[in-house]
C-alpha cells in the first residue's frame, strides 16, 4: 500500500529565508508524486508534479521539488519565502496509473515571522 | 481557467439525516473523486468515478454513502445517515492534463 510520510507537522521560517519541507513516500513501483498547498479554510492548490523525467521539477509560486529514488524522498524548496506562503502544505503519492487516488500525508503547517 | 465547483459550501445537518454534496468537475474531464478531511487531519481518499461506475473506494466509504452523475454535468456524494464522525471537509476532485483538480470543499457539520 501507497504512503507518504511528513516527518515535521510544524515549520517557522523567517520572510526572506529558505525554506524545505520533507516528504517520504512508500510505493512499490514508480511513484506519481504531489505537493499541494492548503489556505485556511481553501481548497487544494496544486504546487507541482513530478511524474518522471528531470528530477528536479518548477512549480507556482516559485517552489521546487526534487525527486530521489534512493531515498524515496520529494522535498519542497523555496529559496525565499513570503509571509504570504503561510499555509499548510500536503504531499501526495499516486501511482497504478496516472489517474489513480492520491495518499496524502498528514501535512506541514508554516508560519512565517516577519 | 476551468475549476471544480462543489456545492454547498457549508452545510448542517441532525444526525441520522442525509445529505447530499454536489461537485460540477472540469467539463472535459473523465475521472471523479471523492475525499473527505476531519478537521486537523490529513486528506483521505473515499471514493474514484469513471465511466458511470465507481473504480475504487476505501473502506471509509461504506454502505451509507453513494456517489452518483445525474447528468453530464453534476458529480453527487450521498450520506443516506449521517453520524457525528461525518463531520468533515468534502472535496471533490476530477482528473486532467495529469493532475487531480480540487474543489474547494463542502464543510459538513453533523449535529
Known amino acids: 500500500a501507497q504512503s507518504v510520510t511528513q516527518p515535521d507537522i510544524h515549520i517557522t521560517v523567517s520572510e526572506g529565508a529558505s525554506l524545505e519541507l520533507r516528504c517520504n513516500y512508500s510505493y512499490g513501483a514508480t511513484p506519481y508524486l504531489f505537493w499541494y498547498v492548503q489556505s485556511p479554510g481553501q481548497g487544494l492548490q496544486l504546487l507541482l508534479k513530478?511524474?518522471?523525467?528531470?528530477?528536479l521539477v518548477q512549480g507556482i509560486k516559485g517552489f521546487e521539488a526534487e525527486f530521489k529514488r534512493s531515498q524515496s524522498s520529494f522535498n519542497l524548496r523555496k529559496p525565499s519565502v513570503h509571509w504570504s506562503d503561510a499555509a499548510e502544505y500536503f504531499c501526495?503519492?499516486?501511482?497504478?496509473?496516472?489517474?489513480?487516488?492520491?495518499?496524502f500525508g498528514t501535512g506541514t503547517r508554516l508560519q512565517v515571522t516577519l | 481557467e476551468p475549476e471544480v465547483t462543489q456545492t454547498p459550501s457549508h452545510q448542517v445537518t441532525q444526525m441520522g439525516q442525509e445529505v447530499i454534496l454536489r461537485c460540477v468537475p472540469i467539463s472535459n474531464h473523465l475521472y471523479f473523486y471523492w475525499y473527505r478531511q476531519i478537521l486537523g487531519q490529513k486528506v483521505e481518499f473515499l471514493v474514484s468515478f469513471y465511466n458511470n461506475e465507481i473504480s475504487e473506494k476505501s473502506e471509509i466509504f461504506d454502505d451509507q454513502f453513494s456517489v452518483e452523475r445525474p447528468d453530464g454535468s453534476n458529480f453527487t456524494l450521498k450520506i443516506r445517515s449521517t453520524k457525528l464522525e461525518d463531520s468533515a471537509m468534502y472535496f471533490c476532485?476530477?482528473?486532467?492534463?495529469?493532475?487531480?483538480?480540487f474543489g474547494p470543499g463542502t464543510r459538513l457539520l453533523v449535529l
Open positions: 476532485a476530477s482528473w486532467g492534463k495529469e493532475t487531480q483538480y
Open positions: 513530478y511524474f518522471s523525467g528531470d528530477t
Open positions: 501526495a503519492v499516486g501511482g497504478g496509473g496516472t489517474a489513480s487516488k492520491l495518499t
